[in-house]
């Protein structure tokens, strides 16, 4: 039972353009909504989170939005720039159950010059 | 700040043998989580360690464990090592509140022949 989806294995976006990655969850106990970037044998990267009370976090070139109604969130990458290409992935977390992490399965952003 | 560290960056081991990993939080953290990425499973947790108890355990046999020390520092065992066993193990630590990160170690390479 995939509890957090990102149902677009790969994006392919020109540099200079949106880059929109999208993630679905399904238990509604979660709380706290995380992006991550990982590149090939290192850990993950963190990029920005947003909590459950709000529906916007914009931290420089990076906006997530959450929908909560529709158990929603994407990533905006505004201008898309070569060196974010990497694997992106979405996590989730109960935070009244602690620090355990749901993660989606990635989305592979490649971005052309 | 010094990040997360994790020893060894690789090992190799063969089947039944027992492995131990160690993590460095970031100083000041008090929670240290780890979790497995193999790339038919994707990432998935497997224990949440805070002020030395384990706070929470995924879905992982027995074989699977950890502890944390005194000054936060935290081990992770595999007994009985399968071939399946072999992922990148990553550990992850955070401050104490309700909405902060993980920050993510670069990881430790395990294979099993």
């Known amino acids: ?113 | 700040k010094a990040g997360v560290t994790q020893t060894p960056r690789y090992l190799i081991k063969t089947r039944g043998q027992q492995v131990t990993l160690s993590c460095s939080p970031i100083s000041g953290h008090r929670s240290v989580s780890w979790y497995q990425q193999t790339p038919g499973q994707g990432l998935q947790f497997l224990f949440e360690y805070f002020s030395e108890t384990q706070r929470n355990k995924g879905n992982f046999p027995g074989r699977f464990s950890g502890r944390q020390f005194s000054n936060s520092r935290s081990e992770m065992n595999v007994s009985t090592l399968e071939l399946g066993d072999s992922a990148l193990y990553l550990c992850a630590s955070r401050t104490s509140g309700t909405y902060n990160e993980q920050f993510f170690g670069p990881g430790t390479r395990l294979t099993v022949l």
């Not at chain 1, 294995?9 to 238990?27: A, H, K, M």
């Not at chain 1, 109604?69 to 070569?82: E, G, N």
């Open chain 1, 1 to 113: 039972d995939q509890q957090v989806k990102q149902n677009s294995p790969s994006l392919s976006v020109q540099e200079g353009r949106i880059s929109i990655l999208n993630c679905d969850y399904t238990n509604s106990m979660f709380d706290y909504f995380l992006w991550y970037k990982k590149y090939p044998a290192e850990g993950p990267t963190f990029l920005i989170s947003i909590s459950s009370i709000k529906d916007k976090n914009e931290d420089g070139r990076f906006t997530v939005f959450l929908n909560k109604s529709a158990k929603h969130l994407s990533l905006h990458i505004v201008p898309s720039q070569p060196g974010d290409s990497a694997v992106y992935f979405c996590a989730a977390n109960n935070n009244n159950a602690g620090n355990m992490l749901t993660f989606g399965g990635g989305t592979r952003l490649m971005v052309k010059p």
